[in-house]
């Protein structure tokens, strides 16, 4: 192994390596936001009253959850530009050649999993908040937004953390498979400097080693959090 | 969606369901046997074992499966000379090892945890009661320890089958067709991702959906008449519940 290929600059791949964890964090973060509000919104159809909302968020969950996240990457990608095209010029009338960024399309393809994984989470933190609570809110003549916003977000937020810290670190791990469709991001970047440098093992590791500190390090950040929100809470 | 196209390749990605479960039957096996090594160096007093033990769950756990599955094909062969005097480079040559070998090794990771919560929801009681008629170490292990602690660790190992079925995709990546693999194969020669993904998806559907159906059976012929007393544990975040 030879560690001077990992020097900074046009002697080694140093940098491209850095360069490609703070695509992989970006492409994580923004994943992982889009993941949540999807995840929020499917919660809100499994507990609506309309059965139809209930049966769509049940099975968009059953499905994503249940299939590698490696065949919904090739649907995204594949059918991502089809389905663009056909928008383009069924709604707009331009028939010309447009793709979206690959970087949006592996946000989408991450927020897919990320989202149906989040939905389990949220809705049973809602589920965890007492009824009283929020007939109680009614009875003092709070309007709905102002129940969400005061007894609901602040309560489910609480006891959503482990669960959406959990989403947080798949999300992380399973951008490596993003690698597939091109974004140049930890994984693809170390593949580049395997080939050209003939040493994949050494930059396997190294990209290994990134994705340890990724976890480790956004795992204390969870603890971190959980440990602020819990601060009020009585414990037995 | 193209009905007459979506019947066409039914029998094409049916033929890597067969793939699939060999490559996950082989790796369950292999890793559940290491992952009930792990849980016990895990568990013993000894600090120096503990820690390596716990080193490889953290390692394994922490980093993608897909980082593994190319540090050990494409890594292997920065040393085939060393490999090739030590003779085994002919298995780290072959794609369909070094598959079972990442995946073996990641699932023994996460299954260790799961066996060690189990181990560790066996009632003192019980342990004791081994002791007082007279049992070895191993008698009790194998009678009383180990048949209760699967036992309880069953539903979370049943999480973990399902997890290596859609894992197992990832054995594509490293020229494996199975499921996964034909379908980027066809996707890629037809560019119509939907029909693929519809056929493929429900192939997997049914495995993960005969596999929940399997363990439940399992949990419901293993029910002893004396539950295990402690509580378990509340759900708190890890490393990752899932690759």
């Known amino acids: 192994m030879d560690l001077s ?13 850095a360069r490609g964890a703070v695509v992989t964090i970006l492409v994580a973060i923004a994943a992982y936001a889009l993941g949540v509000v999807i995840g929020a919104g499917l919660a809100a159809m499994k507990l609506a009253p309309l059965a139809p909302l209930r049966w769509f968020a049940e099975l968009y969950t059953t499905v994503i959850r249940g299939i590698p996240e490696l065949l919904v990457i090739y649907l995204v990608f594949f059918g991502g530009g089809t389905a663009l095209r056909a928008i383009a010029s069924g709604m707009f009338g331009y028939d010309g050649y447009i793709e979206l960024p690959i970087f949006v399309t592996g946000t989408i393809c991450l927020a897919v999993s990320a989202g149906a994984y989040s939905a389990e989470v949220i809705r049973g933190a809602v589920q965890v908040v007492p009824k009283g609570q929020l007939e109680a809110a009614v009875a003092v003549g709070m309007s709905r937004p102002q129940r969400l916003r005061r007894i609901l977000v602040p309560q489910v937020a609480r006891h959503a953390l482990p669960g959406l810290g959990n989403v947080w670190q798949l999300t992380l791990k399973d951008t490596s498979l ?19 440098t003939k040493e994949p093992f050494t930059f396997y590791l190294v990209a290994a080693v990134l994705y340890l500190g990724l976890t480790s390090l956004s795992n204390r950040g969870f603890d971190a959090a959980e440990r602020w929100a819990n601060k009020g809470v009585r414990r037995a | 969606m193209d009905l007459g196209f979506l019947i066409e390749i039914i029998p094409r990605l049916a033929a890597g369901v067969p793939t699939t479960l060999l490559l996950v039957a082989q790796s369950l096996a292999l890793g559940f046997a290491l992952a009930v090594v792990v849980a016990l160096v895990r568990l013993q007093p000894n600090p120096l074992g503990a820690g390596a033990a716990y080193g490889f769950v953290y390692v394994f756990r922490a980093t993608p499966l897909l980082v593994q599955i190319f540090l050990i094909y494409y890594g292997s062969g920065q040393f085939r000379p060393v490999l090739e005097d030590l003779g085994v480079w002919v298995l780290f040559r072959d794609a369909w090892f070094c598959a079972v070998l990442a995946l073996t090794l990641n699932t023994a990771a996460y299954t260790s945890e799961i066996i060690r919560a189990g181990l560790q929801s066996v009632p003192l009681g019980q342990i004791e009661a081994g002791r007082a008629v007279g049992m070895s170490r191993l008698q009790l292990f194998r009678r009383v320890t180990f048949p209760l602690a699967v ?11 399902i997890l290596m079925v859609k894992a197992s995709s990832l054995a594509s990546t490293i020229t494996i067709l199975e499921i996964t693999g034909i379908a980027k194969t066809i996707i890629a020669a037809s560019f119509r991702p939907v029909e693929v993904f519809v056929v493929a998806g429900a192939f997997y559907l049914a495995i993960n959906f005969v596999a929940t159906r399997a363990v439940r059976f399992a949990e419901h012929r293993l029910a002893t008449a004396s539950a295990p007393t402690r509580a378990p544990a509340a759900p708190t975040r890890q490393l990752a519940a899932t690759r």
């Open chain 2, 151 to 161: 036992r309880q660790a069953l539903p979370a190992y049943g999480n973990e089958v």
């Open chain 1, 5 to 17: 290929l990992l020097a900074w600059g046009d002697a080694g791949w140093g940098d491209q390596m």
């Open chain 1, 178 to 196: 993003i690698s597939v469709i091109g974004l140049v991001e930890i994984m693809r970047q170390a593949a580049v400097a395997a080939g050209s």
